[in-house]
């Protein structure tokens, strides 16, 4: 039988809250956005409404995406819901099961703004992660913000757009989301430093760590099992970092399965992702199912099986979208409209005057748990009573809600 920590309550409930998230409503002059990211005590007031740029033109907007990612148009459709909060645009529902290139046109058709343009020319992505490509499109955007000095801001989304927009050193407003650990991959200096001007990431301190330890204190696991990509990007998508500094602070031991570099294409990262998994369920007592692009809607309850019918429980990073697909747990963001609210407000901020590097680089989202008690059925795990009044969503047989 697995066992539960006593503390589980008093570990989630001192999570840090959405006192660094996005409200609502005004900001009081205290709140870390209007103040300047080396904490000095000089105040800027830096609002979130709507404006035209000083020559009465709109803001033009340019997207830059590392691949097809599903995280990535899922947060690109919060921010746009954000920016229409805070009165920016109005767009109708965008459709479901758009991709990054689909959702820039459907924005560029059908957006309504009188201060924002998205630039239909001005999307770029180095194919599916393909890492030849990523010096030609560094070089296209080098180009095109040299020679036509036509883009106003770019909304860099993922690790690898992020790092290519600083390679390029930000010559233009850059704000980067979706990125799994900005410090860590290099994007950004550190969590209060962005290190270039133009440059803003969304960085959660300790996120993965409490991740890890919430997991622990729940399970007791000796060995913890997880799959990343060889590469420094791999170990950023995958907190490499992060779990080996909870390793060492609660004496378990981590084996990895790596899936080779990041120059495979997204279908041998796919297979290689479910055989990593297969040989881990075999070898650990618990696994972390990180940040992966080889782990896909299609084949996550391919990996979720495979770990149910070895009885490993597993903890999911990402999403608790993948728990309702059968694994066991996972503590993450409670939805995308907390970050892309997040997003929103720094955009609109740097749109009304604000350096990028001013703004509050660090935002906790709200904490959610999701338990699959199916999962916890087939495994051996009898969830305790502390864990059934933490979870916020409890599924049951194919994914259902527990009433």
Not at 105 to 130: C, I, M
Not at 206 to 234: A, C, H, N, P, W
Not at 250 to 256: E, I
Not at 310 to 336: E, H, I, N, T, W
Request: with cysteine.
């Amino acid at each position: 039988m697995l066992r539960a920590c006593s503390t589980l309550l008093t570990l989630v409930l001192a999570l840090p809250a959405a006192a660094l998230a996005p409200t609502a409503g005004p900001v009081p002059p205290s709140h870390p956005a209007w103040t300047t990211a080396s904490g000095s005590a000089k105040q800027a007031v830096f609002p979130t409404t709507p404006r035209l740029k000083p020559d009465g033109g709109k803001w033009r907007l340019g997207y830059l995406e590392s691949g097809d990612y599903s995280e990535y148009p899922d947060t690109l459709r919060a921010i746009i819901q954000g920016l229409q909060k805070l009165g920016w645009l109005s767009v109708p529902d965008i459709p479901e099961q758009l991709n990054g290139r689909q959702m820039w046109d459907f924005l560029v058709k059908h957006a309504r703004s009188d201060t924002l343009e998205f630039v239909a020319d001005a999307w770029w992505q180095p194919g599916n992660f393909d890492p030849a490509q990523r010096p030609v499109v560094r070089e296209a955007i080098r180009q095109r913000l040299q020679e036509r000095h036509d883009i106003d801001l770019i909304l860099a989304m993922g690790t690898w757009a992020g790092q290519d927009m600083v390679a390029l050193g930000a010559p233009v407003p850059t704000v980067v989301a979706s990125a799994s650990d900005a410090v860590g991959s290099r994007i950004v200096a550190s969590a209060s430093d962005s290190g270039l001007d133009n440059l803003h990431a969304r960085v959660q301190p300790e996120r993965y760590q409490r991740q890890v330890q919430l997991f622990f204190d729940i399970v007791k696991f000796k060995t913890l099992g997880m799959v990343y990509e060889d590469s420094l990007e791999g170990r950023s998508y995958a907190a490499v970092p992060a779990v080996e500094q909870a390793a060492r602070k609660d004496g378990f031991q981590m084996k990895s399965c790596t899936t080779g570099t990041n120059e495979l294409t997204t279908a041998q990262a796919t297979r290689n992702v479910v055989e990593c998994y297969r040989k881990l369920s075999q070898e650990v007592d618990a696994v972390y199912v990180t940040t992966h692009r080889g782990i896909t809607t299609e084949n996550i309850g391919e990996i979720a099986g495979i770990l149910r019918k070895a009885k490993v429980p597993s903890f999911a990073m990402l999403d608790p979208a993948q728990v309702r697909a059968g694994l066991l747990m996972s503590l993450a963001q409670a939805d995308y409209s907390y970050v892309g609210l997040f997003h929103a407000e720094v955009i609109a901020r740097i749109l009304n005057g604000a350096k990028p590097r001013q703004l509050s680089q660090i935002w906790v989202d709200p904490a959610k748990i999701a338990l699959n008690l199916d999962t916890a059925r087939i495994i051996g795990f009898d969830p305790p009573v502390d864990i059934l009044l933490a979870a916020d969503e409890v599924y049951t047989e194919q994914g259902a809600l527990a009433p």
